[in-house]
Every structure is written in C-alpha cells, then in structure tokens.
C-alpha cells in the first residue's frame, strides 16, 4: 500500500511540475506577443508622427539642433524632391524664419536634443508640401 502512495505522490509531482512549466511557457508567450503588439505600436506610432504624407521615405526630415546665446541653432534636411525649404514651429507657433533646406536658423525659443518641433517643408513657390513631426538630434 505504501508503494502506492508514493507512486501516486511521485505522479502528482511530475504532473504538477509539467503543469508550472506549461504555465511558464504560456505567460513567456504571453510577455512575448504583447512586447511584439507594444513594438508595432511603437513603430505605427513613430511612422505616424513621422510624417503626414503616406510614403514617409519621401518626407523623411532630420533636424538638427545646437544651443546659441539667443535661442537655438537648428538645420533640418529632407530628401522630398519639391521641398526647398523650411520653417520651424512649436505646435502653431512660428519660431524660426523660412530657411533654406541645409542652412542654419535661429529657432527661440530655443529648443534641445529631445525635443520635437513641427518642422514644414515648402517648396521654390513658398507653398507647404509637407508638415512633418520631428524629434530634435545632435
């Protein structure tokens, strides 16, 4: 009768342990479908504020920034065909002059790497062809 206790013991302990280590691989599936979901979100997130044109490769605007004794030194680059040139804008405010793309500009307030400013491309004419989200790099 003793043998089998023990047997039975021996059973539920190996099928207990199974059982944890199921549970294990389920909530490591779990943790590793939702850092997938939270990645993809992220990138949606970052194409979304990227650009406001579909094909982002088009619109792609980097934005460079450098502390100044007024304000901040900002040169933005993009590589849309039409665009010339640039303004730079906190939300709807205006805080730089038109420039041309690949020139430096006084933005003031002053801003810092980090930060992200709307930056809208315009083309020879002076029209808008692009309103782009940017994060602020060195």
Same mark, same amino acid.
């Given at each position: 009768?003793?043998? @089998?206790?023990?047997?039975?013991?021996?059973?539920?302990?190996? =099928?207990?342990?199974?059982?944890?280590?199921? $549970?294990?691989?389920?909530?490591?599936?779990?943790?590793?479908? &939702?850092?997938?979901?939270?990645?993809?979100?992220?990138?949606?997130?970052?194409?979304? =504020?990227?650009?406001?044109?579909?094909?982002?490769?088009?619109?792609?605007?980097?934005? $460079? %920034?450098? +502390?100044?004794?007024?304000?901040?030194?900002?040169? +933005? &680059?993009?590589?849309?065909?039409? +665009?010339?040139?640039?303004?730079?804008? /906190?939300? &709807? @405010? #205006?805080?730089? &002059?038109?420039?041309?793309?690949?020139?430096?500009?006084?933005?003031?307030?002053? @801003?810092?790497?980090? /930060?992200? %400013?709307? #930056? @809208? =491309?315009?083309? +020879?004419?002076?029209?808008?062809? *692009?309103?782009? *989200?940017?994060?602020?790099?060195?």
């Amino acid at each position: 009768m003793k043998s @089998k206790r023990i047997k039975i013991k021996l059973m539920t302990g190996i =099928l207990l342990a199974s059982m944890a280590i199921s $549970t294990s691989n389920i909530a490591f599936a779990a943790n590793t479908v &939702t850092g997938a979901i939270t990645s993809t979100q992220n990138t949606v997130a970052h194409t979304a =504020l990227s650009s406001t044109i579909p094909n982002e490769k088009e619109t792609s605007v980097i934005a $460079t %920034v450098k +502390a100044a004794p007024f304000g901040a030194i900002i040169n +933005a &680059t993009s590589i849309k065909k039409e +665009a010339t040139k640039y303004q730079v804008f /906190d939300g &709807t @405010k #205006i805080i730089s &002059t038109i420039a041309n793309l690949g020139t430096n500009t006084t933005i003031f307030p002053g @801003k810092s790497v980090g /930060d992200v %400013v709307t #930056i @809208k =491309l315009l083309n +020879a004419a002076g029209t808008i062809v *692009s309103t782009t *989200s940017v994060t602020l790099i060195s």
